[in-house]
């Protein structure tokens, strides 16, 4: 499914070190459930202090971002010893004295959070949805993406006094939270996932105590610290009974699987949409915790995609929620193969439909119990030699076609691995993947082996992880012995090393 692109994304643009004093003004008419905020301890009337009364979904980061400052100078200037014990209703000394000037405005860029919508960021920062979409070039306002980046006013603007919803709507609406976090992968460097989450690399640096940008590595989990917390904010739109809704990643990528996890105060039945597809929602936890994995299709355009979700439980309304995620290009780069003659017939687009149709029956089929704990082991005891996702062209054509697997070169009759415990439920010979076993994992995940020399499996057979499956031969289309390893969720071929290398869900 191609969807036109009708949002842009401007630059990032770095916080600068700058407090206005309408901000004060704003704080000082804040109140909570009705309540007027009595000063205590700070000074109201002085003219050289700024107050920031903590809201509802609030987070240290959010807020220091929001007035110019680091977490760390938010964290000095009120003695907080410890970032995540603020309380709604604390009230924060944001600026004071003569640390700052009053003329520059704070960032004048908002990125968009899951639940958040046009209206609501407008009213956040007191303009209305017409000046927001010609500020960013909107043609169509229900076409914002999380994790895009909102121009909220004009550079050269200073920000208008905000309204009455800063002081009490927040409020009203439920105590939930979105959280982030994210998988470092071979070949990402900090700053290109700081720009991909739309926050400042400082902020994720501080949130995980990295002390140099380059000590990273493949594998490492961090947090996304700017993708905390904001829905509670402007997401007038999410039902009450939606505790949570997590997305890892916020930014999906083309080849990659994403997972999203939806939490409700009520046993819930949900179902979903994306890319033109069913998302499977397990239910855990006595139906109160929903997983779903996200796989994005090969050839899938950069862009935004709607995510459509239908809440159902006993006694609530059914709940309609869409949240425009974005999808970026996976880069995976291009390969030149070439095929002997007597193997060229397997390039006739019926033969791979087919099979890949055979596969896709298989892998759409939705198995319950789930098979797996955390991550997959690798499928051999070899070196990977070529990975997923190149595009690929075959004795001279069009690079129209992809690596659908991860191939791995060892000798034949080296021993091939279940990457994790499941059942057989295919095995046999196929003209491209030759002989090949699949294993169903469940929840939608499978792992399929190719090329085999020799099956020491059947189908309708329990396998334990680590159980030898088969040997590596070169069966089939292939330009000698290796294996070539798939993982399919959901119908889908994607990364299989994303699945080494991250714990699922
Ligand atoms: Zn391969």
Redesign the pocket.
Known sequence: MIVSKSATFCSLTKPRLSVLLFFALFALISQINGTHIIADTIPEDDPNIVIHVVQRGENLFRIAQRYGLTVSELAALNAITNPSSIMVGQRLIVAEGNQSAVTAPPSAVHIVRPGENLRGIADFYGVSVDELMVLNDITDPNRIAVGQEIRVRREDEAPRPAPAIVSDAPLDLPESQITATHTIQRGETLFGIATAYGVPMSAIQAANGITSASRIFAGQQIVIPGAEAQISVNGGDLPAWINEIALNPLVLTEGKTGRLIIDTQSPATITGEFLGREINFIAVSGGLSHVAFLPVPIFTEADVYPLRIVLNGAGVEESIITLNIRVNAGNYGSQRLSLPEDQMHLLSTGVEENEMNILRNVASRLTLDRYWEGAMSLPAAAAMN?SFGARRSYNGSAFDRF?????FAGAPGTPILASAGGRVVLADTLNIRGSTVMIDHGWGVYTVY??MSERLVNIGDTVRVGQIVGLVGNTGR?TGA?????LWVNGVPVDPMQWVRERFP
């Open positions: 070529s690596h659908s697997g991860a191939d190719c090329h292939a290796h294996l070539h390893w798939e």
